[in-house]
């Protein structure tokens, strides 16, 4: 069974820094890119970015790009997303997902998900 | 990048009803590269389908999607209690993926 295990809850203030973590099992975790997808309350999905933990190559959404650094360690089969600083605005519910699709790294779709990092941010 | 609209917000049905739930693009979608999600209060997400009209693994058949260019369709056949939640649909055409804004099936 494919699975993705996300880390818990997190309360920051702005300014600090973190570091999600998604841990992939059940399937060849160097073979299909991940993806992250914020929520924010009450609101629908954003795509931010996919890495292919094989050899790392990462891309960004446009609106992400800069504010996050998406990285894996294929030794330990798991994805993170973080932040150097963190704003009010980045408070939202942060998915990952594990990625399906063919042709290039935008051609895809998203087959299984983590259950959902909630990260907020409040001074 | 391509909008994708939802309509409409929610949609108010009884179980046993049909849903039919429409997805607009602002250009169309290559390939029919368009998926739909299901996500309920505090889950994650749930694959439905893909390619425009395929059904992910253990999606059952009252479930179908249609579609191609800008006009994309969900439909539920028969709406049984665990249905009502929350769809979005989401283009994978062209960078960057988006999502549309979702509609809120509920119970009537």
């Known amino acids: 069974e494919v699975q993705l295990v996300q880390s818990g809850a997190e309360v920051k203030k702005p300014g600090e820094s973190l570091k999600i973590s998604c841990k992939g099992s059940g399937y060849s975790f160097t073979s299909y890119w991940i993806g992250w997808v914020r929520q924010m309350p009450g609101k629908g999905l954003e795509w931010m970015g996919i890495i292919y933990p094989g050899d790392s190559d990462t891309r960004y959404s446009p609106s992400f790009q800069g504010q996050v650094t998406i990285s894996a360690d294929k030794s330990t089969s798991t994805a993170y997303l973080q932040w150097s600083s963190l704003k009010a605005s980045d408070t939202a519910m942060y998915f990952c997902?594990?990625?399906?699709?063919?042709?290039?790294?935008?051609?895809?779709?998203?087959?299984?998900w983590g259950q959902g990092t909630l990260v907020t941010v409040s001074s | 990048e391509i909008v994708l609209t939802q309509s409409p917000g929610t949609l108010s049905l009884s179980p046993g009803e049909r849903a039919t739930l429409s997805c607009r693009a602002s250009?169309?979608?290559?390939?029919?590269?368009l998926a739909w999600y299901q996500q309920k209060p505090g889950q994650a997400p749930r694959l439905l389908i893909y390619?425009?009209?395929s059904r992910a693994t253990g999606i059952p058949d009252r479930f179908s999607g249609s579609g191609s260019g800008t006009d994309f369709t969900l439909r539920i056949s028969r709406l049984e209690p665990e249905d009502f939640a929350v769809y979005y649909c989401q283009q994978y055409g062209s960078s960057p993926l988006t999502f549309g804004g979702g509609t809120k099936v509920e119970i009537k």
């Open positions: 997902a594990r990625v399906q699709g063919s042709g290039t790294y935008y051609n895809v779709w998203f087959d299984a």
């Open positions: 390619g425009a009209s």
């Open positions: 250009q169309s979608v290559s390939s029919s590269y």
